[in-house]
């Protein structure tokens, strides 16, 4: 579970542009005046001129693949994936496509895009699996878009290399510096020590605890006290959070099963939901009977945490409140119940998922897409190909999300399908996870 209750989402360019291969490596890249003009155009990102020159070229050699390869660079950085993706197919099919032409005409739609007024556009740029999209977005004006610039660094451990990262941990925004401190934490580079602990100094108590936390994963001595002491704070967000950071710590000290499992009795609906959810991290087998008396809680954020945990503890005696928990008046507690019972074996409830698809409440049908894609990569194919026809953008945005964790060969036709969706965020969640798997697919050397 997350402390921060961010859920799920262009300044210093010339360091991004510093970062990428801007030109083709092709052998024959100053063959002409004009294909130079063209390539100094590009380089000074004047991508109209580049164009317009690599269209005259072109039209007198047709067959000059390194003005191909040019021009779906300059529309790819334009942000026309269409003509992008054109140019690339033409050399693809005369055999003269560079391996990673694709990997870099992404980069290129997902720095364009991260020049956008959207926030929303340039938060999915930022989840990209590129360090050159980080350096842009991790600058970027909108707090939330360095939160998910942030969060993607730890993710793809790059959080102790960047300086922008260990910056953030002194940001204006709370929630830029939780994330900032949670990922220098997963890096598990001892060099990033000292930053850290300026986190013990914050105004905010919950920073402070990530900032604990943050230490234990570095493999710094911290007492457990300071969270089972927060864990008990007048504060219902400290409480959870705390709460929180003791399951993901997987803390064994009988107190802080103690402290999880008191946490399902608090008044405050957020805090039993942390504590639901902790009891998951945290391995606690002891507790199922009491997270499945929570199956019963009045807010539907318990009863959804309680299911989940269920799952993840392989809670064999929990099936049968389970299958009552798919029949919840709330859609996303049923979809929670679901995938714990497809985790135990019961592979019928599926359907329950399947169902869900068509729920009149776009959010549910997101979640569902996302259920399926955790349940198993051949319903996440299934599923994902379905969703691609919702007319709401985040569903959308989840069957992308879904053929990026799927992965390979059989994902990227329909990857680059979605860079061409009507919805700019759409787009930019298909760039990166494209990137990615065309990235993943070279370094395995498939073809």
Not at 378 to 390: H, K, N, T, Y
Not at 419 to 445: E, I, Q, Y
Request: net charge positive; charged share 25%.
């Amino acid at each position: 579970m997350r402390i921060t209750p961010a859920r799920s989402f262009p300044l210093f360019v010339g360091v991004l542009v510093s970062l990428l291969p801007l030109a083709p490596q092709h052998k024959g890249l100053a063959v002409t005046g004009d294909l130079r003009d063209a390539q100094a155009s590009f380089e000074r990102k004047d991508y109209d001129t580049a164009v317009r020159l690599l269209n005259s070229l072109l039209a007198a050699q047709p067959g000059n693949a390194a003005a191909y390869e040019l021009r779906a660079l300059a529309h790819g950085y334009w942000g026309r994936p269409e003509e992008a993706l054109a140019d690339h197919d033409h050399l693809a099919q005369a055999g003269k496509a560079t391996g990673d032409l694709l990997r870099r005409i992404c980069i290129g739609l997902l720095t364009h895009w991260l020049s956008q007024d959207q926030e929303l556009v340039r938060g999915a740029a930022a989840t990209a699996d590129t360090r050159a999209a980080l350096n842009l977005a991790l600058h970027d004006s909108s707090p939330r878009v360095r939160t998910f610039a942030l969060q993607t660094a730890g993710r793809l451990g790059l959080a102790a290399t960047l300086p922008a990262v260990r910056d953030a941990v002194t940001d204006p925004d709370v929630t830029v510096r939780i994330a900032a401190l949670s990922s220098l934490g997963l890096s598990q580079d001892p060099s990033v020590v000292g930053v850290v602990r300026r986190g013990l100094k914050d105004r905010d108590p919950i920073v402070q605890l990530v900032a604990r936390e943050a230490l234990v994963r570095l493999n710094q001595p911290e007492p457990v006290q300071p969270f089972l002491t927060a864990a008990r704070d007048f504060s219902p967000a400290v409480r959870g959070a705390a709460l929180g950071i003791l399951g993901r710590l997987k803390v064994k000290d009988p107190t802080a099963l103690s402290a999880l499992t008191l946490g399902l009795s608090d008044p405050d609906a957020s805090v039993r939901s942390f504590a639901a959810g902790a009891l998951g991290d945290l391995g606690a087998t002891s507790a199922i009977t009491v997270l499945v008396d929570a199956l019963s809680d009045r807010d539907p954020y318990v009863r959804n945490f309680a299911a989940v945990s269920l799952g993840r503890l392989n809670a064999k005696a929990a099936i049968g409140a389970l299958w009552g928990a798919v029949k919840d008046s709330d859609s996303l507690v049923r979809l929670a119940a679901a995938e714990a019972l497809v985790k135990l074996g019961e592979g019928e409830a599926a359907l329950v998922m399947r169902e869900l698809l068509r729920d009149p409440d776009f959010g549910v049908r997101s979640a569902a897409v996302g259920t399926m894609a955790r349940s198993g990569p051949e319903r996440a194919m299934a599923f994902a190909l379905e969703a691609f026809d919702d007319p709401a953008p985040r569903v959308r945005v989840a069957a992308v999300q879904a053929l990026g964790r799927v992965g390979g060969k059989a994902v990227i036709p329909y990857l680059r399908h979605a860079l061409l969706d009507k919805d700019l965020t759409v787009r930019a969640f298909a760039a990166g996870h494209l990137g990615a798997v065309v990235s993943d697919r070279k370094r395995k050397g498939e073809p």
